[in-house]
């Protein structure tokens, strides 16, 4: 499924879901490419890595992610929204999407036939965080710390306007809590919203 009508496709569902459930989606469009090249810049063709993409959305990273995937990844998507996982259904038919919460990443780690701890590389998240309370962002925090392997990576971004929100402003505060460096990269100007890439290592 590709081309305009694709591109249409994605954009009305996406417009759709923030209609009816903002804070869950989190933003009025879709991530640019130039946001999504920036967010795929730790996967490693050269090394074995198992790489889990949160709430990839309608996939504009998961776009980024497949073309860069070799037979030594293992990379599957947790999306919560079934609307959005049957778009990348059609758009990625071999691609692994599970629907359901990134909150219960262990259990989608053992139906892939892997580990339930410390068995991640990398995680690339498209989640909202700064449209999260404390309490869910730490329900999804406390899983992660747990599957990622020693020196694993979140990468993950935050959109200018989130340091304005309080829920953004505590979710940077947290990330030193669960990781020991976190690295924020210059300003991704060219998107709808300017952002930040935030690269996090156990």
Not at 113 to 142: K, M, V
Not at 157 to 172: D, P
């Amino acid at each position: 499924m590709t081309g305009p009508s694709s591109k249409s496709l994605r954009r009305s569902v996406f417009i759709r879901e923030f209609i009816k459930n903002p804070f869950k989606v989190g933003a009025c469009a879709p991530s640019g490419k130039h946001l999504a090249r920036a967010m795929v810049k730790e996967i490693d063709p050269g090394r074995d890595q198992v790489i889990v993409e949160y709430g990839p959305g309608t996939g504009a990273f998961t776009d980024e992610i497949m073309p860069r995937l070799t037979a030594r990844h293992h990379y599957f998507a947790v999306e919560l929204t079934p609307a959005f996982a049957d778009v990348l259904r059609q758009r990625h038919p071999g691609a692994h999407i599970h629907t359901g919460s990134v909150a219960n990443i262990e259990h989608f780690l053992r139906e892939e036939g892997l580990p339930d701890r410390e068995s991640i590389d990398l995680i690339i998240s498209g989640l909202p965080w700064a449209s999260f309370p404390e309490e869910l962002q730490r329900s999804i925090l406390d899983p992660m710390k747990r599957v990622l392997k020693p020196g694993g990576k979140l990468v993950t971004f935050g959109y200018h306007i989130g340091k304005a929100m309080s829920n953004g402003r505590l979710f940077y505060r947290t990330l030193p809590e669960y990781f020991s460096n976190v690295h924020q990269s210059p300003l991704v100007w060219r998107n709808i919203w300017p952002a930040w890439v935030f690269t996090c290592t156990k």
